[in-house]
């Protein structure tokens, strides 16, 4: 299973794959898809995972208008007539005219969609040093989960490409603490372990994670080094103290401590003069809007330094990036 997930991992590889398996998807050969997938994939090298999962294109739900509208586009380039909806005028055409049909508009069809889909993997891939560096991180800092097995690895991997904001505050350096790292809500310390792997000369601070879940604990005690303190339960003032980047982040409802106005004074009260503060949750673990955390941030003393929303499938992320600066006064 590892190898299927990181085999043929550059951007050109990964779009060819997804392009050529929705061609392959168009084809009317039903049964036959996996074993074609199979021998393009390994004579080319590309990756069989990813296109044999676009050659769902054609499944069960889309596979009738699928092959309705090869129909169409290939009766319409041999004869420059469409099919009526009927029985009656499918059967007129005959079987051969009906083959040939769907071999031209398959084809044509099957070459525009997986053009279109190549197109748009191609486009979201990030791409250049910085891209190839931000995936190089991502997938060192997976790789160290294998130990744990191949579901937390693959656990891990998707977090970290859902989360492509914070990965580029580390990768770029504007999250890069001196001395301390506190992390409010470890899990299985995928922050600190990303920290590391960015990091050219490893970690050159102390590093103290805190969960609540202790089997998120024990793993991480196995993946990171013991310099990093893993404590389990609730995070204490005394563990901010003299920390010059403070992490939270939510994923649950019930995920971490609330963040609240209270929790960010606490923060502010114990964070080093100099510190960074960062704060992300997902839209389902309640009622929380980024204007309100900023307004706590700003009358708690820090200065926003940049907000972001990363929008997905199933969930939205927030994410506000802070600085210690001096407390705003509301009112007169």
Request: with cysteine; hydrophobic share 45%.
């Amino acid at each position: 299973m590892f190898r299927l997930f990181t085999e043929a991992q550059g951007p050109l590889k990964q779009a060819t794959a997804v392009g050529i398996g929705v061609f392959i998807g168009c084809i009317p050969i039903f049964g036959i898809h996996l074993p074609l997938v199979l021998l393009v994939a390994t004579l080319f090298r590309l990756s069989r995972l990813r296109m044999f999962a676009a050659t769902w294109i054609s499944n069960p739900v889309l596979a009738p208008f699928l092959v309705w509208s090869e129909l169409q586009l290939g009766n319409l380039i041999l004869t420059g007539d469409g099919i009526d909806h009927s029985l009656e005028s499918v059967s007129e055409i005959g079987v051969v005219a009906l083959g040939q049909a769907l071999a031209i508009g398959s084809l044509m069809v099957g070459a525009t969609l997986g053009l279109l889909a190549a197109g748009v993997v191609w486009k979201v891939i990030p791409k250049g040093p910085d891209g190839t560096r931000r995936r190089r991180v991502i997938e060192e800092t997976a790789h160290r989960y294998l130990v744990l097995g191949v579901v937390p690895w693959f656990q891990v991997r998707r977090s970290l490409y859902r989360s492509r904001k914070i990965v580029e505050l580390v990768v770029s350096g504007k999250l890069n603490p001196k001395r301390k790292l506190v992390d409010l809500e470890c899990g299985r310390g995928e922050f600190i372990a990303l920290l590391m792997e960015a990091s050219p000369h490893g970690l050159q601070h102390s590093c103290v994670g805190v969960t609540s879940n202790l089997s998120c604990a024990r793993q991480a005690r196995v993946v990171l080094p013991p310099s990093v303190e893993i404590e389990v339960g609730q995070s204490r003032v005394r563990d901010l103290e003299s920390a010059d980047a403070v992490v939270i982040r939510r994923t649950k409802e019930r995920d971490g401590p609330d963040i609240s106005e209270r929790l960010i004074k606490a923060v502010r009260a114990s964070i080093d003069p100099s510190g960074v503060f960062l704060i992300s949750w997902s839209k389902n673990t309640g009622p929380l809007e980024p204007e309100r955390v900023g307004q706590w941030l700003e009358s708690g003393g820090f200065v926003l330094e940049e907000q972001s929303v990363q929008k997905g499938w199933f969930q939205r992320e927030h994410l506000i990036l802070a600085r210690v600066g001096e407390p705003r006064c509301d009112g007169n």
